[in-house]
T-cell receptor, first 112, second 113 residues
Framework: GNSVTQMEGPVTLSEEAFLTINCTYT??????LFWYVQYPGEGLQLLLK?????DKGSNKGFEATYRKETTSFHLEKGSVQVSDSAVYFC???????????FGKGTTLSVSS | DTAVSQTPKYLVTQMGNDKSIKCEQN?????MYWYKQDSKKFLKIMFS???????INETVPNRFSPKSPDKAHLNLHINSLELGDSAVYFC????????????FGQGTRLTVV
């Protein structure tokens, strides 16, 4: 079935540093891919998505490109802020398309 | 207006008790879910309902029983609570089968003592 693997954290950065969180997937076909963010004490929010190969999703300075050649959907941000400290989840639909499967989450901590 | 709301936000209870968590969405979505997040932040699907019909029932103990009185509500009842049930439970909804971009509630932190 479909699955997703993302880099283990925690990731600790200084403010204005460059961020990359790696995500690779295994899937039948070319499903939509998602990044969700969970701020402390809150639920998950959709950060960005890409619905087909070579699409780039972007939001709040974050970007991720759907690369079918490398089966990857890495999350990047050019200059992180303290307010970006959160847990980030890569996700894709299960094989039946009936629910999302999440990676294990990557905790990002940004210090000033 | 909260899109997906679940109550209570915190629940502390003793082993052996029965408890319920309620969830409501005002997005007009057809599909609702319950996810469990463990202490390591790992999220796993438990149940999914589409238009009040059960479509996903993962390997979850029978002590967990979802109920969907209408497509805007999906409640979770847990019998005979165990220490290992302590987790954060998230309700979510999505527009429909195949459109799985999910909108999440704030979560219910269940602590069994």
């Amino acid at each position: 079935g479909n699955s997703v693997t993302q880099m283990e954290g925690p990731v600790t950065l200084s403010e204005e540093a460059f961020l990359t969180i790696n995500c690779t997937y295994t899937a039948t076909g070319y499903p939509s891919l998602f990044w969700y963010v969970q701020y402390p004490g809150e639920g998950l929010q959709l950060l960005l998505k890409a619905t087909k190969a070579d699409d780039k999703g972007s939001n709040k300075g974050f970007e991720a490109t759907y690369r079918k050649e490398t089966t990857s959907f890495h999350l990047e941000k050019g200059s992180v802020q303290v307010s970006d400290s959160a847990v980030y989840f890569c996700a894709l639909p299960n094989q039946a398309g009936t629910a999302l499967i999440f990676g294990k989450g990557t905790t990002l901590s940004v210090s000033s | 207006d909260t899109a997906v709301s679940q109550t209570p936000k915190y629940l502390v209870t003793q082993m052996g008790n029965d408890k319920s968590i309620k969830c409501e969405q005002n997005l007009g979505h057809d599909t609702m879910y319950w996810y469990k997040q463990d202490s390591k932040k790992f999220l796993k699907i438990m149940f999914s309902y589409n238009n009040k019909e059960l479509i996903i029932n993962e390997t979850v103990p029978n002590r967990f029983s979802p109920k969907s009185p209408d497509k805007a509500h999906l409640n979770l009842h847990i019998n005979s609570l165990e220490l290992g049930d302590s987790a954060v439970y998230f309700c979510a909804s999505s527009p429909g089968t195949g459109l799985v971009e999910a909108f999440f509630g704030q979560g219910t932190r269940l602590t069994v003592v």
